[in-house]
């Protein structure tokens, strides 16, 4: 009873989340194989990280909301605040370069 009680809670919102993908640049170059991480939009706290390819591309399954996008990179760079859908979206990211 209580597994079916934990399912019925839990379903509705796994059923909400969708593919969110795109491009991350990082001044004017793609950022190439980088970790970008996003906080906020699911669990108080809780952080995402997903890795780009050589490319700079990223895809990843998040619950729609507001999160911020932040680049691990060497650089410093500003967060980016991204907002996703219950549906599929491209979201590609542009990391200004701090001088």
Do not use: S
């Not at 509705?12 to 970008?36: F, H, N, Q, S």
């Not at 490319?55 to 691990?72: D, K, Q, S, T, W």
């Amino acid at each position: 009873m209580t597994v079916a009680w934990l399912l019925a809670i839990l379903a509705p919102r796994a059923a909400t989340a969708d593919e969110v993908y795109g491009c991350v640049r990082l001044g004017d170059e793609m950022a190439g194989k980088r970790t970008l991480e996003l906080q906020g939009g699911g669990p108080p706290g809780g952080k995402i990280q997903v890795r780009t390819d050589q490319h700079g591309n990223y895809r990843v399954f998040l619950e729609p909301g507001r999160y911020e996008a932040r680049l691990i990179a060497e650089e410093n760079t500003e967060p980016q605040v991204v907002h996703t859908l219950p549906a599929p979206v491209q979201l590609d990211l542009n990391f200004p370069r701090n001088r």
